[in-house]
């Protein structure tokens, strides 16, 4: 079966410092698709990435990156220099997929509320 | 990204009524959405799947005759809770896709029965 595992529930950080939220993965599928969302008091979901299993490769947006390692099944989020609008909580998801599709469904980890102080 | 609406955006009901839920894609065709349910302080649960077309095709644990979905066009689905409890409120959301594109997801809908 197919999980996903944010082990911290919650994260305080004072703004300017780094914070990395962790996300591990369990699928036996080998196509597959992770995701990560921010969602800010208002519920509304934010799309921040989606990487494909056969893509490794790290990336950076501005203060975001993301850590993808196949080997130990993590998908890991990190926020340099936290602002206090990076408040919020954030949802690694999986997504299984039929052939080279994704199918969009997607299954959830339980979340990480992030909280930064001025 | 394409943008996704939902309305109401909350809804009070009392216990035993029907509440119906719409979600559109407002700039794009949506062959498939997706509904889901957060209880406060809780992850997003798939509740269940719609074609447009087709029959719903819902998770387990979660009742068809109490959650009736209706995708009845490329812009529209809606989900209606029947006959509503005080354990059915939460935060319902609703995402949209056509093929082989991302999922957009709407801005959710709190209901709360009393």
């Known amino acids: 079966a197919q999980k996903v595992t944010q082990a911290q529930t919650e994260i305080s950080v004072v703004e300017k410092e780094d914070v990395t939220l962790d996300c591990v993965y369990e699928?036996?599928?080998?196509?597959?698709?992770l995701f990560w969302y921010k969602q800010p008091p208002s519920g509304e979901l934010v799309f921040l990435i989606r990487r494909n299993s056969f893509d490794e490769q790290n990336e950076i947006s501005g203060r975001y990156s993301w850590n993808f390692q196949k080997s130990t099944s993590s998908f890991n989020f990190t926020i340099t220099a936290s602002q206090v609008v990076d408040s919020a909580v954030y949802f690694c998801a999986l997504s299984e997929a039929r052939g080279s599709s994704n199918t969009g469904k997607l299954i959830f980890g339980q979340g990480t509320t992030l909280q930064v102080k001025p | 990204g394409a943008v996704v609406s939902q309305h109401p955006s909350w809804v009070i009901c009392k216990s035993g009524t029907s509440v119906k839920i719409e979600c559109r894609s407002l700039d794009f065709q949506a062959t498939t959405m997706f509904w889901y349910r957060q209880f406060p302080k809780q992850s997003l649960m798939l509740m269940a799947t719609?074609?447009?077309?087709?029959?719903?095709?819902?998770e387990q644990g979660v009742e068809k005759d109490k959650f009736l979905i209706n995708h009845a066009s490329l812009t529209l689905s809606t989900l209606t809770v029947t006959s509503a409890h005080p354990e059915d409120s939460s935060f319902y959301i609703c995402s949209a896709r056509s093929p082989f594109q991302e999922q957009f997801f709407g801005p959710g809908t709190r209901l709360t029965v009393l």
């Open positions: 719609s074609n447009e077309g087709s029959k719903a095709t819902y």
């Open positions: 699928t036996r599928d080998t196509t597959y698709y």
